[in-house]
């Protein structure tokens, strides 16, 4: 399910008195490839719902520059919903998802581990109530900026 920000607080209190633990991971989710996949496996395990939180196009660009992103945003959510572990995609457009993070207050909050979790945006803020900061380990090797730039010969 794709949800709208001004339907998130709502949603996530919904589940949360149902008694459904929340993890939330972020990301750009431009080219999906087998990094990717490791960590929405391994973020899904933590909880009963996975929300990926994914920035907009305009954020992209301010992040990673005029040629990104590969994929408009409504694609990307796409491609994330067709994944067994994705059960929702917002989208946020900020640089960071700080407000979005704290309109849902997940349970679990999940980053690859090539964060340290001071530097984790969010992770103080899940941490003041309870909730638990998870650094997952990356699959080594993948990039989606090393693709782009195998892809374009540009080179590794």
Not at 42 to 64: E, H, P, T
Request: aromatic share 6%.
């Amino acid at each position: 399910m794709l949800i709208s920000r001004n339907k998130l607080k709502s949603w996530s209190q919904a589940l949360s008195e149902a008694g459904k633990k929340i993890v939330f991971t972020n990301g750009c989710f431009d080219l999906i490839h087998p990094g990717h996949l490791s960590l929405l496996e391994q973020s899904a395990g933590k909880g009963d719902i996975l929300l990926v939180a994914i920035n907009d196009d305009d954020s992209i660009r301010r992040l990673k520059g005029s040629d990104r992103p590969i994929y408009p945003a409504e694609e990307r959510a796409e491609i994330l919903l067709a994944l067994r572990w994705v059960d929702c995609v917002t989208v946020f457009p900020e640089d960071t998802p700080k407000e979005t993070i704290e309109l849902v207050k997940p349970h679990v909050l999940v980053k690859g581990d090539e964060y340290q979790e001071k530097d984790i945006v969010g992770a103080k803020f899940v941490s003041s109530y309870g909730g638990e900061v998870s650094r997952i380990r990356m699959k080594p090797g993948y990039s989606t900026r090393n693709i782009i730039r195998k892809v374009s010969g540009t080179g590794v």
